[in-house]
């Protein structure tokens, strides 16, 4: 079946550096991804949409200063954490849909522990 | 965004059938019903998604109701590994600009005892 591969799975970063998550959709197209974060005992939060070619989407309350979407090619797009601080520690998980079949299922990343000290 | 309810948690014994009930009574026409489902410490995995007729797959079933207020996810017979959370998602796809985000709730924590 298809996949979505996010890399890396875990990371330690020291707060005020900037670190990078990848999202890949391994074997099909997708213009559209999603970036969440997830905190411990908490659901999914959607943080943002990452359109292909052009800006991405954010939601209400989310910094995009911050939190820095790249989406260059069909099967890549990037969320970077900048100036991190403890507080961004979280889980982030990705997600994408082959692109034109929005009726069909989503597909998750396995996501990324981010740990700020 | 449409939204939907579900019981914080349920219990079931291993080899025993599993309903899972979902409230869903804005859902639009253009809205399907997905379910996904998130074992500790990994993204979410598919499990199921329909529009209006009851849908089968090797993982679960799904019920839909007529006026499709309501879904109940079925697992025939639920093993320790199905021991997660399941997410009852409405996914709006028509309609210029859609994106097709899923928007999750609280979920159902299910818990299956040997």
């Known amino acids: 079946g298809a996949v979505v591969s996010q890399h890396p799975s875990r990371v330690i970063c020291k707060s005020g550096t900037s670190v990078k998550i990848e999202c890949r959709s391994l074997?099909?197209?997708?213009?559209?991804m999603f970036w969440y974060r997830q905190f411990p005992k908490q659901s999914l939060m959607l943080m943002a949409t990452s359109n292909e070619g052009s800006k991405a989407t954010y939601e209400q309350g989310v910094e995009k200063d911050k939190f820095l979407i790249n989406h260059a090619s069909l099967t890549l797009s990037t969320l970077t954490v900048t100036s991190a601080h403890p507080e961004d520690s979280s889980f982030y998980i990705c997600?994408?849909?082959?692109?034109?079949?929005?009726?069909?299922?989503?597909?998750f990343g396995q996501g990324t522990r981010l740990t700020v000290v | 965004d449409a939204k939907t309810t579900q019981p914080n948690s349920m219990e079931s014994n291993e080899e025993e059938p599993v309903h899972l009930p979902c409230n869903h009574s804005t859902i639009s026409g253009t809205d399907y019903i997905h379910w996904y489902r998130q074992l500790p410490s990994q993204g979410p995995e598919y499990v199921i998604h329909g529009l209006t007729s009851n849908v089968n797959n090797r993982m679960a079933s799904l019920a839909i109701a007529e006026d499709r207020k309501s879904s109940t996810l079925i697992l025939h017979r639920a093993t320790l590994r199905d021991a997660a959370v399941y997410y009852c998602?409405?996914?709006?796809?028509w309609g210029s600009g859609n994106t097709g985000k899923l928007i999750f709730g609280q979920g159902t924590t299910l818990q299956v005892k040997p």
């Open positions: 997600s994408a849909t082959r692109q034109g079949l929005l009726n069909t299922e989503a597909f």
């Open positions: 074997d099909f197209q997708a213009t559209t």
């Open positions: 998602i409405l996914r709006d796809v």
